[in-house]
């Protein structure tokens, strides 16, 4: 059984920085793509950032341009998100997605989220 545990949020002041880390763990062969998406009380889930193995392809949602940045560590089968200035809109439960290759085919997978708050 493969999972995905996220960490590293909490509460942060506006114009902080927090880095969530989301841990792949388990049998599988490869993880493809992964990235990050949020929900806020009462939206819709958002992408956030996405990113393909290498590295390559990296993509971010306009409301996060310049402020996060997102990377992988392959060996470790670990994504980041290094998330810099927040504001108030960016308090939402944050989840890791990642797809997986096993020896039953491609598995889209979720962590169970970790809860950023951006606040005074």
């Known amino acids: 059984q493969v999972q995905l545990m996220e960490s590293g949020g909490g509460l942060v002041q506006p114009g902080g920085s927090l880095r969530l880390s989301c841990l792949a763990s388990?049998?599988?062969?490869?993880?493809?793509?992964m990235g990050w998406y949020r929900q806020a009380p009462g939206k819709e889930r958002e992408l956030v950032a996405h990113i393909s193995y290498y590295g390559s392809n990296v993509d971010y949602a306009d409301s996060v341009k310049g402020r996060f940045t997102i990377s992988r560590d392959n060996a470790a089968n670990t994504v980041y998100l290094q998330m810099n200035n927040l504001k108030p809109e960016d308090t939402a439960v944050y989840y890791c997605?990642?797809?997986?290759?096993?020896?039953?085919?491609?598995?889209?997978?979720w962590g169970r989220g970790t809860l950023v708050t951006v606040s005074s």
């Open positions: 388990g049998s599988f062969l490869i993880i493809n793509d």
């Open positions: 997605n990642a797809r997986v290759l096993m020896t039953g085919g491609n598995v889209e997978l």
